[in-house]
């Protein structure tokens, strides 16, 4: 009796085990030869993957690149790329989860700042690919009553990221990109940790250093709390005044009114 030919979703999930996990049972016998031996066709499919997916990596990382080296980079790219293959086409959104692998990848061990460094680099490229969004009118908000005020919600542009590290990883950032040695090596990576705002501006990316109260007031706004909610707990520094520079730099998109201001 004659097998049935497999189904294009058989086909590509036979192809993704083989660029994957280097499983070729599936899609040995459905490739063309053409002059190629099946396996030496797959090992090129699988190297341009490898490639590609690294290159990405670099672009979206390239201080961790130049802190560790191309050689480091590469082979720990292979090893990421095997646990986190990408889910959708978008190369912009591959590599989320580097600053985890890291954090646990037994060679980075001695490098304590690099997870936090990547960190930041992820949420620059977020902002470097999120999409241009119309800033919050002002306007709507100044046409609430007083009592609605209290219970807005704001939506922060796609573009800000709000990240705390326990290693002055703007600096290092900042040094490694500038290829500034001088300034890298006066780093002190114990540094007390830092609260980091990332944000998308006219004039390129901005990482802004705050008080841990002004971050953590921020980053109650960006989760969505009520406005009054977020006041109540920012009683060591002047939140109206970090509240108008957020309006006034862009930061938020829209709001909502809760039902309840807690």
């Given amino acids: 009796m004659e097998t049935a030919a497999p189904s294009l979703l058989e086909l590509q999930r036979a192809m993704r085990a083989?660029?994957?996990?280097?499983?070729?049972?599936?899609?040995?016998?459905?490739?063309?030869?053409?002059?190629?031996?099946?396996a030496e066709r797959l090992d090129i499919y699988r190297n341009t993957f490898a490639s590609v997916l690294t290159t990405a990596l670099r672009l979206s990382y390239p201080a961790v690149h130049r802190l560790v080296g191309a050689e480091f980079f590469e082979g720990a790219a292979r090893?990421?790329?095997?646990?986190?293959?990408?889910?959708?086409?978008?190369?912009d959104d591959y590599g989320e989860e580097l600053p985890g692998f890291l954090s646990d990848f037994e060679?980075?061990?001695?490098?304590?700042?690099?997870?936090?460094?990547?960190?930041?680099?992820?949420?620059v490229n977020r902002a470097l690919h999120a999409p241009d969004?119309?800033?919050?009118?002002?306007?709507?908000?100044?046409?609430?009553?007083?009592?609605?005020?209290a219970r807005v919600c704001f939506v922060p542009h796609p573009s800000l990221s709000l990240?705390?590290?326990?290693?002055?990883a703007d600096r290092i950032w900042h040094a490694v990109l500038e290829?500034?040695?001088?300034?890298?090596?006066?780093?002190?990576?114990?540094?007390?940790?830092?609260?980091?705002?990332?944000?998308?501006?006219p004039s390129g990316i901005e990482v802004r250093r705050m008080s841990e109260s002004a971050w953590r007031f921020s980053a109650a706004l960006c989760a969505g709390r009520p406005l009054a909610a977020a006041l109540d707990k920012a009683r060591d520094f002047d939140a109206s005044a970090l509240l108008a520079d957020?309006?006034?730099?862009?930061?938020?998109?829209?709001?909502?009114?809760t039902n309840t201001s807690t």
């Avoid at 990240?163 to 002055?168: E, G, I, K, L």
């Avoid at 290829?179 to 501006?201: H, T, Y």
Wanted: net charge negative.
């Fill in 107 to 123: 060679p980075a061990a001695s490098l304590a700042y690099l997870p936090d460094a990547a960190r930041l680099e992820w949420a």
């Fill in 79 to 91: 090893i990421f790329i095997e646990a986190h293959p990408p889910t959708n086409a978008c190369l």
């Fill in 246 to 257: 957020h309006l006034v730099s862009g930061r938020f998109i829209d709001f909502s009114l």
């Fill in 18 to 38: 083989s660029l994957v996990v280097h499983d070729d049972r599936g899609i040995s016998a459905h490739v063309v030869h053409g002059g190629i031996d099946p």
């Fill in 163 to 168: 990240v705390r590290v326990d290693h002055p």
């Fill in 133 to 149: 969004t119309e800033p919050l009118d002002t306007l709507r908000l100044k046409a609430l009553a007083e009592a609605e005020r």
């Fill in 179 to 201: 290829e500034d040695d001088a300034a890298l090596s006066a780093i002190d990576p114990g540094e007390d940790p830092a609260w980091l705002l990332v944000q998308r501006l």
